[in-house]
């Protein structure tokens, strides 16, 4: 799908920079961030100039693309949502998108959940890029001037996992793997058979009830594949959100990473960057202030379909053991 000019494309936004007044200091998550300041499409993203040399190039493979949140940075103000809803023409969560109540105002596409300020609550078939806002005892009394509760705000979305168990038990052959290698799921090819949401380790993919088939984010292949950066990337005022190479936004996150360890901020962890853990790593990896489970994410994911060859292996040897029981008994009653 290559749509129109839309509101994403606009080059250019508003930028941290590592000489912005204020930066240095040592509670300023932000200090001294090296960001990627002007024009996406020609500064930062050494990959989009690196990817764009790939496009038109039959044969030349482009690397591994993804995402590293800094949810460091991360303001909340859901200009990723938003950008996600409009560049791919994704519903308002109305009618209970498996993330909030089915009430008059949530029809109306008004869902307040009466919670927090975290208005769309979770994942969902009609929620890509979901921002929560969670709220934490401070690590330090510094951090909120004396007061019991700190923010911590983080850009979820679909982790575009190296093994990812959603495209193992598509039996339609919705759900494929690019050439960028995330994971996009066909609408038209989906049956809405449903096997893929319990199957994700994340809680990710879901059924749009009011259309039946299941949908999620698709890192916008249509926008990666032209050489643009992904809406929400693209959005991002504070680029929490960057769109590049795995490998490059690897060492970048290890650099941020030292950085606020330096800075002292020594609760700091790196989420589903780790080649070896239990999903291969993610293509969508994040920078959190907090354990996992504080943002809801799982501590220690695992591929869904990691046991399954085995579990084959032990149905087939199961069941050849049947047959030659059955065959003796026959053979010894004849
Ligand atoms: S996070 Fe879930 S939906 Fe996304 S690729 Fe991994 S298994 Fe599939
Ligand atoms: S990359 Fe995913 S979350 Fe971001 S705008 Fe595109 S579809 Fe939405």
Not at 127 to 155: C, I, N, Y
Not at 173 to 180: K, V, W
Not at 219 to 242: H, V
Request: negative net charge; hydrophobic residues 35%; contains cysteine.
């Amino acid at each position: 799908m290559t749509g129109p000019a839309r509101p994403g494309d606009t080059p250019g936004h508003p930028t941290q920079r590592a000489d912005s007044p204020g930066a240095g200091s040592a509670l300023d998550p932000t200090a001294g961030f090296a960001t990627n300041v002007g024009t996406p499409h020609t500064t930062p993203m050494t990959g989009q100039v690196e990817r764009a040399e790939h496009l038109g190039m039959p044969g030349v493979r482009p690397p591994r693309y993804g995402f590293f949140t800094d949810t460091s940075v991360c303001i909340g103000c859901k200009a990723c949502e938003v950008a996600c809803k409009e560049w791919n023409h994704v519903p308002a969560d109305a009618g209970g998108s498996g993330s909030g109540p089915t009430s008059e105002a949530a029809l109306q596409g008004m869902d307040l959940l009466a919670m927090s300020y975290d208005n769309t609550g979770a994942l969902g078939g009609n929620t890509w890029r979901h921002v929560a806002f969670v709220e934490a005892p401070p690590k330090r009394p510094q951090e909120t001037g004396g007061g019991d509760v700190r923010w911590l705000m983080s850009s979820d979305v679909c982790k575009h996992c190296t093994h990812a168990a959603c495209l193992d038990v598509c039996p339609t052959g919705s759900l494929i793997r690019t050439e960028f290698d995330t994971v996009y799921v066909q609408p038209d090819i989906c049956n809405g058979c449903g096997y893929c949401v319990p199957a994700c380790p994340y809680g990710v993919i879901d059924i749009r009830p009011e259309d039946g088939r299941a949908f999620k984010c698709t890192l916008c292949y249509d926008r990666t594949k032209d050489g643009l950066t992904p809406a929400c990337a693209q959005a991002c005022p504070t680029e929490s959100i960057q769109f590049g190479p795995l490998d490059e936004l690897r060492e970048r996150a290890d650099r941020r990473l030292a950085q606020l360890h330096g800075q002292g901020v020594v609760e700091a962890q790196l989420y589903g960057r780790d080649p070896d853990d239990g999903v291969g790593g993610d293509g969508a990896f994040f920078l959190l202030l907090d354990e996992p489970e504080v943002y809801g994410l799982p501590p220690d994911p695992v591929v869904t379909t990691r046991d399954l060859p085995a579990m084959w292996k032990r149905a087939a040897v199961a069941a050849a053991g049947l047959a030659v029981a059955v065959a003796g008994a026959f053979l010894g009653a004849s």
